[in-house]
């Protein structure tokens, strides 16, 4: 399965997550598949690679992997009611922004439904797959953050970024993860409380889409046209259209002009 396989535990002292098995691989087909293989035996683990052959994302799409770019998933099994889930989209989405802006210093933002922008290019996608009754069996948290990516195939050049092409600088793969765990061991704290307002109001200032035209391709292909008049609690997408206002759990926004 790869090169290199490292098993322990996670030195995130100060975080949610000190106890948490960590696994780390070389190459992988995708973090998430281990992660979630773990999840439906009941573990809790933290699954990072330095590269991936099959990672994949939203609608299944591939993700391009590369060495340089930071690529886990976190499997976990919070004590939480299944429609909260999307508060944990909002946590970990959120633990993103705030290390770009407070760490590397960019402008980042949310793209609903949860993609991390640096202007008008995708820096940071994350994937959520999880188990679910009436509470949450298991949730499996994918990031795929382009840290050190130096370029991208030709399709994605005009829609991807990283932190190395937006500052010019290289960045140590461990230290961005650990504090990203940080960030999200503090948003998971408030969503296992229900203390989340903060972290939404907060959630809301970074949307990029809120009050813009877009253009929003539905799961069926069908394209809407519309105004976004908010992003609820629920990371819901509230649409104005000609035809009346949607409320939306998942699709792919456009921004027009
Ligand atoms: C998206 O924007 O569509 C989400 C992309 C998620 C990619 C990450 S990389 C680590 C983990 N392993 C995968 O195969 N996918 C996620």
């Given at each position: 399965m790869s090169l290199r396989y490292y098993f322990g535990f996670a030195i995130?002292?100060?975080?949610?997550?000190?106890?948490l098995k960590v696994l780390r691989f070389s190459?992988?087909?995708?973090t998430q598949l281990i992660a979630k293989k773990l999840a439906e035996s009941g573990q809790e683990c933290l699954v990072v690679a330095e590269?991936?052959?099959?990672g994949y994302g939203r609608r299944r799409r591939s993700w391009f992997s590369p060495k340089g770019g930071l690529w886990f998933s976190l499997a976990l099994r919070p004590d939480i009611d299944a429609k909260d889930l999307p508060k944990l989209q909002i946590a970990i989405v959120l633990s993103l922004v705030d290390f770009l802006r407070e760490e590397v210093g960019l402008e980042a933002g949310v793209k609903w439904p949860n993609d991390v922008v640096v202007g008008k290019r995708k820096i940071c996608g994350v994937l959520l797959e999880s188990k679910l009754g009436d509470k949450v069996e298991y949730v499996v948290v994918g990031v795929g953050l382009n840290v050190n990516v130096d370029s991208f195939p030709e399709n994605l050049r005009n829609v991807a970024t990283s932190l190395l092409l937006e500052t010019g600088r290289e960045y140590n793969l461990r230290k961005a993860l650990n504090k990203i765990l940080e960030r999200f061991s503090f948003y998971y704290r408030k969503v296992l409380s229900g203390e989340v307002r903060e972290m939404l109001s907060k959630y809301k200032r970074y949307?990029?889409?809120?009050?813009r035209q877009v253009l929003l391709e539905l799961k069926n292909g069908v394209t809407v046209k519309g105004t976004v008049l908010d992003v609820t609690e629920d990371n819901q997408l509230v649409l104005r259209t000609e035809k009346g206002t949607l409320t939306l759990s998942d699709g792919e926004v456009d921004l027009v002009r």
């Open positions: 995130m002292k100060e975080t949610l997550f000190k106890q190459e992988v087909d995708s590269s991936q052959r099959g949307n990029v889409v809120i009050g």
